[in-house]
């Protein structure tokens, strides 16, 4: 079996294991509760109403990872990033930076697809106003551990915002990297660890797009870093990161 048809296979069962998780009493209820009141402008669909797994290409050198699926955005869709304006600056993006097929991201079935990239959450499930607790932030954290671990050529994560930062360092951590000292976080922040590198975007939230704090060309900035380092052969990589490659990572 090739690294990729691994990759997929693996993915493809922590995908479902994901889907029907039901481990956060407030979560579920949370998730439940939104898919059947809904909101108006959403009344006519059929709300997902589950927690989302991770999107994307088994042979992703770049992760992408945000917070939490929007009530109404993936937890409705069934998807990650999709169907609400996050999801609309964040895959505008990654088809500029040649990662996406196309520019947008409505719906599951609407041809998407990813190229070298993965896009995925910290937290599975839609908390109640995007704040999930530290103890739901940690019993969901190992499915993003073994996610990270399964894509078999990860290179590059891009966190979305401050939490993404943190549960990214706590997954390289797991998967046996150093992270100290500890790197904070910043829009264009630039951490190595091993072979990985780790940066820093703004969270295209409306919050942060709609008050000019995150443009447009600022996510293409950290996208386009992205995929040059994730662009990088081996032999053109810095000599730490090649020995860490081969010695140092334990996931
Ligand atoms: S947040 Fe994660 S651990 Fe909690 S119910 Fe959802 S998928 Fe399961």
């Not at 579920?28 to 997902?48: C, I, L, P």
């Not at 990239?117 to 106003?129: D, W």
């Not at 703004?202 to 447009?216: A, D, E």
Request: with cysteine.
């Amino acid at each position: 079996m090739s690294a990729r048809e691994e990759a997929a296979r693996t993915l493809l069962e922590l995908d479902a294991e994901v889907a029907a998780c039901r481990a956060c009493p407030r979560l579920v209820a949370w998730r439940d509760e939104v898919s059947r009141v809904k909101v108006a402008r959403f009344a006519g669909d059929d709300y997902w109403g589950r927690p989302i797994p991770g999107f994307g290409d088994p042979d992703a050198r770049i992760l992408v990872l945000g917070l939490a699926p929007a009530a109404h955005g993936g937890n409705r869709t069934g998807r990650v990033f999709t169907g609400d304006r996050s999801g609309d600056v964040l895959f505008a993006a990654l088809h500029r930076a040649g990662l996406a097929r196309i520019a947008t991201s409505t719906a599951a079935d609407d041809g998407q697809a990813l190229t070298g990239c993965r896009v995925t959450a910290a937290v599975r499930c839609a908390p109640p106003m995007n704040k999930p607790t530290p103890t739901e932030r940690d019993r969901c954290a190992p499915f993003l551990v073994r996610e990270a671990a399964a894509l078999h050529d990860l290179r590059v994560v891009v966190a979305l915002g401050a939490f993404a930062w943190d549960a990214s360092l706590r997954t390289l951590a797991a998967l046996g990297w150093s992270t100290r000292p500890r790197p904070r976080f910043g829009h264009g922040a630039e951490a190595r660890m091993g072979p990985l590198t780790l940066l820093g975007c703004y969270h295209p939230s409306q919050q942060n797009t709609f008050t000019g704090r995150l443009t447009p060309a600022m996510v293409d900035t950290v996208l386009e870093r992205a995929v040059a380092l994730a662009a990088w052969d081996d032999a053109e990589r810095p000599a730490t990161a090649r020995a860490a490659g081969v010695e140092g990572r334990r996931g």
